[in-house]
């Protein structure tokens, strides 16, 4: 598989995201200027973010001196946006945080059916937790994001009273304080609309960065389909797709997508970009109002920035 390298070197320390050594709040908390402006490409999405994820060399531009920074391209990065089921990197990354053995299983319940996306379990269905979280970040399950809110919420009351899922969504926000994402509030588990429930393109740039620290949300967002157990009184395998259109092509190495449809019309897209040699782009595009536009706008991003940068050419042993 073209991920498993950057897997293994986030997995034994070999390679590590530029951010494990400069703290993200302090990025969320800087004055950056972008190494390329926003008006250089013309896109359709109204919000769009490219941060360099690698350690060891900043890219600069061809044919000038001048130095490069983490934010390579943004466009609209702090205008609040609806981040829909790009979310579901927030809620795997709290159920990783929570629940050591991710073979575990639960069983899904009346209380976490759920409109949208990825509707494909039902009430009696016995899964595993890592099972849920290929569901959440290949179809983008909604279910599976609302069972994992409740048996997780569930884990931390640790048979107290309470609202496991209220729980659930505070630990949320008290994670993403602490990834340095200053501008978000997260009020369910799914990125299902809300009122209340926002984010920003450079705050979900930062989320995408802090999920290379997890190879299990690495090995699931790089697979295009994965085949789930289910067990219980409908028991059955069960092959999941990817919801990404371009996780087939070589220079993407996995990624999210977040769809809201209805008067919103938002198409969402974050993805993990090899430039080659180790070097590595998480870019974001947001607000695009039909689905074929964010893939044009990430592409054009990446042409853009494989034609005016020039790339540290030290290969990382």
Partial sequence: MKFDNFVKKIIHGKSKPRNDEIKLNEIAEAAETPLIGMDAIKLKSPCAVA??????ERPTLKDTNYEGFDLIYGKNINEKIAPASIV???TCMVLIDIQDDLDETFEVTDKDKASGSGSNLNPGDIITFRDALYNMLLPSSNVSARAVSRVVGEKILKGREGN????????????AKELGLKNSNFTNASGSYAEK???????????GISALRYPDILKAWSASSYVINVLGRSSRKMEIQSTLKNINDSDI????TGTLSGTLKTRNLITLV???????????????TFDRHRYMDTRKIINYMNGHIRWPLRKIN
């Fill in 51 to 56: 941060r360099f994820v690698n350690l060891h």
């Fill in 88 to 90: 579901k990197l927030l």
């Fill in 164 to 175: 496991p899922r209220l729980l659930f969504f505070r630990r949320m926000n008290k994670k």
């Fill in 197 to 207: 429930m926002h984010s920003t393109a450079n705050d979900l740039a930062l989320l």
């Fill in 253 to 256: 190495l996995g990624g999210k």
């Fill in 274 to 288: 090899s430039m080659g040699n180790d070097n590595f782009i998480i870019l974001l595009t947001a607000g695009a």
